[in-house]
T-cell receptor, first 110, second 116 residues
Framework: DAKTTQPPSMDCAEGRAANLPCNHSTISGNEYVYWYRQIHSQGPQYIIH???NNETNEMASLIITEDRKSSTLILPHATLRDTAVYYC???????????FGTGTRLLVSP | GAVVSQHPSWVICKSGTSVKIECRSL??????MFWYRQFPKQSLMLMATSNEGSKATYEQGVEKDKFLINHASLTLSTLTVTSAHPEDSSFYIC????????????FGPGTRLTVT
């Protein structure tokens, strides 16, 4: 079973920041938080991951609370192409399977 | 990021026939690959973990004799759906993880299987 809870859907205006929350209250000390997204009829795309510290890359920022029980994925300037299902997943070490929950369907509108 | 390809991207087959789907890591070696299945409007469900040079590990409820997995090299895993039936129609996706130290799985574009 997925260890994360996400809202089923969110809306965002094009050009604005999209903040996608994720609860992972049972996360253990050696588990990472991963974010993937899936655009319709495509394979999931890796976005970002982190353990404790906040992370930023060219796609997004990941903010992890100090107690690590929740996190937020931030798309700073959402575009129409960011419309997708976003999955928040926790996993402990490499070569381990990813368990996908239902994710958040983000709709970016003009 | 690393690139994973799948072939074919879509396939239509008749009930009772077998279909082979290939998953390749193009710019890295992968000792472990994963196969997922996704039905319409549902999330991805892991079917099996494919290990190079050894038998695959199947998730509970997945028939190993129906979904044959072969991981013959460090860049190729294949999934064969044997005696396909219409209920096997789905979106099949593979993923692979680069070598030691990397903690990121990269996914292929998926294969749409339709069994008529």
């Amino acid at each position: 079973d997925a260890k994360t809870t996400q809202p089923p859907s969110m809306d965002c205006a094009e050009g604005r920041a999209a903040n996608l929350p994720c609860n992972h209250s049972t996360i253990s000390g050696n588990e990472y938080v991963y974010w993937y997204r899936q655009i319709h009829s495509q394979g999931p795309q890796y976005i970002i991951h982190g353990l404790k510290n906040n992370e930023t890359n060219e796609m997004a920022s990941l903010i992890i609370t100090e107690d690590r029980k929740s996190s937020t994925l931030i798309l700073p300037h959402a575009t129409l192409r960011d419309t997708a299902v976003y999955y928040c997943i926790v996993r402990n070490t490499g070569f381990q399977k990813l368990v996908f929950g239902t994710g958040t369907r983000l709709l970016v509108s003009p | 990021g690393a690139v994973v390809s799948q072939h074919p991207s879509w396939v239509i087959c008749k009930s009772g026939t077998s279909v082979k789907i290939e998953c390749r890591s193009l710019d890295f070696q992968a000792t472990t690959m994963f196969w997922y299945r996704q039905f319409p409007k549902q999330s991805l469900m892991l079917m099996a973990t494919s290990n190079e040079g050894s038998k695959a590990t199947y998730e509970q409820g997945v028939e190993k004799d129906k979904f044959l997995i072969n991981h013959a090299s460090l860049t190729l895993s294949t999934l064969t759906v044997t005696s396909a039936h219409p209920e096997d129609s789905s979106f099949y996706i593979c993923s692979a993880e680069p070598g030691q130290g990397a903690r990121t799985q990269y996914f292929g574009p998926g294969t749409r299987l339709t069994v008529t």
